[in-house]
């Protein structure tokens, strides 16, 4: 589970909101002792408030994130990861003047990320995490300016232990 602040970098009338990522992943591939490459699926509530015109309003996006990432795990606890992040846009609604619509037509369904994790596990299988993930592709239709995706996130984590 992720508290993100998510902001939508292009046009000058984004503004950021807060939002939230919840997930679970798991290692796919072993290298070494302390090397992995992991996937997950995480669901991601992101979007933006904006203002233009003399009106205001808000864009919610709910994307499913497909993250494959290659991470490194020191004993001590500390880790780090990093990778790729394919995303399906679910649903885009934008909200103004006590109203509510869909937006998917303005949106590409499609989002890919680069994101960036530093943590720290504790010994009873909690974690905590700091994520950035800049997007590096247009989610908006609009031709005149590049739109993209940009989340830092504070996470909490839990590991099963599911072999010793």
Same mark, same amino acid.
């Given at each position: 589970?992720?508290?993100?602040?998510?902001?939508?970098?292009g046009?000058?009338?984004?503004?950021?909101?807060?939002?939230?990522?919840?997930?679970?992943?798991?290692?796919?591939? #072993?290298?070494?002792?302390p090397?992995?490459?992991n996937?997950?699926?995480?669901?991601?509530?992101?979007?933006?408030?904006?203002?233009?015109?003399?009106?205001?309003?808000?864009?919610?996006?709910?994307?499913?994130?497909?993250?494959?990432?290659?991470?490194?795990?020191?004993?001590?606890?500390?880790?780090?990861?990093?990778?790729?992040?394919?995303?399906?846009?679910?649903?885009?609604?934008?909200?103004?003047?006590?109203?509510?619509?869909?937006?998917?037509?303005?949106?590409?369904?499609?989002?890919?990320?680069?994101?960036?994790?530093?943590?720290? #596990?504790?010994?009873?299988?909690?974690?905590?995490?700091?994520?950035?993930?800049?997007?590096?592709?247009?989610?908006?239709?609009?031709?005149?300016?590049?739109?993209?995706?940009?989340?830092?996130?504070?996470?909490?984590?839990?590991?099963?232990?599911?072999?010793?």
């Open positions: 589970v992720r508290l993100t602040k998510c902001a939508i970098h046009d000058d009338s984004w503004q950021d909101p807060i939002g939230s990522q919840i997930g679970a992943g798991l290692p796919l591939l #072993n290298i070494n002792t090397m992995s490459v996937a997950g699926v995480m669901v991601s509530m992101q979007g933006a408030g904006w203002q233009e015109d003399g009106y205001e309003g808000k864009t919610n996006l709910l994307y499913a994130y497909l993250p494959v990432t290659l991470r490194y795990q020191h004993p001590a606890g500390f880790y780090g990861e990093t990778g790729l992040q394919p995303g399906f846009l679910l649903r885009a609604m934008d909200k103004y003047d006590g109203t509510s619509e869909s937006y998917m037509d303005h949106m590409k369904r499609f989002d890919l990320s680069i994101p960036v994790t530093v943590g720290y #596990n504790f010994k009873n299988n909690l974690g905590v995490n700091l994520s950035v993930i800049p997007g590096i592709t247009d989610i908006t239709k609009d031709e005149d300016v590049k739109d993209v995706n940009f989340v830092i996130g504070l996470g909490v984590t839990y590991t099963f232990k599911l072999r010793e």
